[in-house]
């Protein structure tokens, strides 16, 4: 039963990345992929991860892809028969390249996997109450034995949001700061 | 669960093959974005089965926290990515008025305008 849910999940993760690639309109792309994550977190959750399988809802689900459609409808490219949305390109070298790059890929890691020769699992392993990843485990080790790099995110995530500030908003500080001269180079770059 | 590592990899390993074929294929820049995130969760998918595998192998009660640190880590690391991925799309379009790949072309022949 819990295999079978697996395969499921599996499945709707498959097909969902799929449609990620293949759907016309980028608001169904940010859709498909928010249901490839959720059918990820099922595998998290039924390989005794509950912790991940929660972030990853909580962060990529709740967080990440609501500034992808968040960015999607700010740009206003929700619209697929506007000119900017873009559908898988027709005929052309790059599509081929691109498909043919992909099942090279596909080849090696599943030529890997196939000659990875693992271990076999013992039958009838339970899993540990807490899960495969206890919380209180976790933490202690993240705060201990990965002090370094959870101080180094803190300093990436304070990085990236000063970053994401200036690029975001360099346009309008320069307004506030030369309005004629912007107007004459935006005049210029228009024309 | 009783399903075997291998098909965890395999798993993983298609959704990364999906999102390298999508990353060549679109040309939109927010659909390639995604498919860097597809990427980054199928390389999660591979630490969990990894983990996971460790710790079955090890017995009962046993943890493996390397995996979980690690998929944690990454994730922050696709959050900051998106980020930035998505600061730089809404300059882009500020300067070109388009997300679309092939206008991008700049840095191609050292015609810079």
């Known amino acids: 039963m819990v295999d079978l849910i697996f395969y499921a999940a599996a499945t709707l993760s498959v097909l969902a990345a799929l449609g990620v690639v293949l759907a016309r309109n980028p608001v169904h792309s940010v859709l498909w992929l928010?249901?490839?994550?959720?059918?990820i977190a099922t595998t998290y959750l039924l390989s005794g991860f509950q912790f991940l399988a929660a972030i990853q809802v909580l962060v990529y689900g709740g967080a990440i892809m609501v500034l992808f459609l968040f960015v999607v409808m700010l740009l206003n490219l929700g619209d697929p028969d506007a000119?900017?949305?873009a559908p898988v390109m027709q005929g052309g070298l790059t599509p081929r390249l691109g498909i043919g790059i992909g099942c090279i890929v596909a080849a090696l890691t599943l030529l890997t996997v196939a000659n990875a020769n693992l271990a076999q699992l013992p039958e009838g392993?339970?899993?540990p109450i807490g899960g495969l990843d206890p919380l209180k485990q976790m933490a202690l080790a993240m705060f201990t034995q990965w002090t370094l790099?959870?101080?180094g995110a803190s300093v990436?995530?304070?990085a990236t949001a000063v970053g994401v500030l200036v690029l975001a908003k360099r346009e309008r500080a320069s307004v506030a700061v030369s309005p004629p001269q912007t107007l004459t180079a935006a005049k210029e770059e228009a024309a | 669960m009783s399903v075997p590592t291998e098909h965890?990899?395999?798993l993983s390993a298609i959704l990364f093959s999906i999102g390298v074929a999508g990353f060549f294929i679109r040309r939109n820049l927010i659909v390639v974005l995604m498919c860097i995130e597809l990427m980054l969760n199928a390389a999660n998918l591979a630490f969990v089965a990894g983990s996971r595998h460790n710790a079955f192998l090890a017995g009962q009660d046993q943890t493996d926290l390397e995996g979980p640190i690690?998929?944690?880590?990454?994730?922050v690391v696709a959050a900051v990515e998106a980020a930035v991925g998505l600061a730089l799309v809404i300059a882009l379009y500020r300067r070109k008025?388009?997300?679309?790949l092939r206008e991008l072309t700049e840095l191609e022949d050292g015609s810079h305008a």
Do not use: C, K, P
């Not at chain 1, 928010?34 to 059918?39: D, P, R, T």
């Open chain 1, 125 to 127: 392993v339970v899993l």
């Open chain 1, 83 to 85: 000119e900017h949305d």
């Open chain 2, 8 to 10: 965890l990899l395999i």
């Open chain 1, 34 to 39: 928010l249901a490839s994550f959720v059918g």
């Open chain 2, 97 to 100: 008025q388009s997300v679309d």
């Open chain 1, 156 to 158: 990436l995530l304070l």
């Open chain 2, 70 to 75: 690690m998929v944690t880590f990454v994730i």
């Open chain 1, 149 to 151: 790099a959870f101080e």
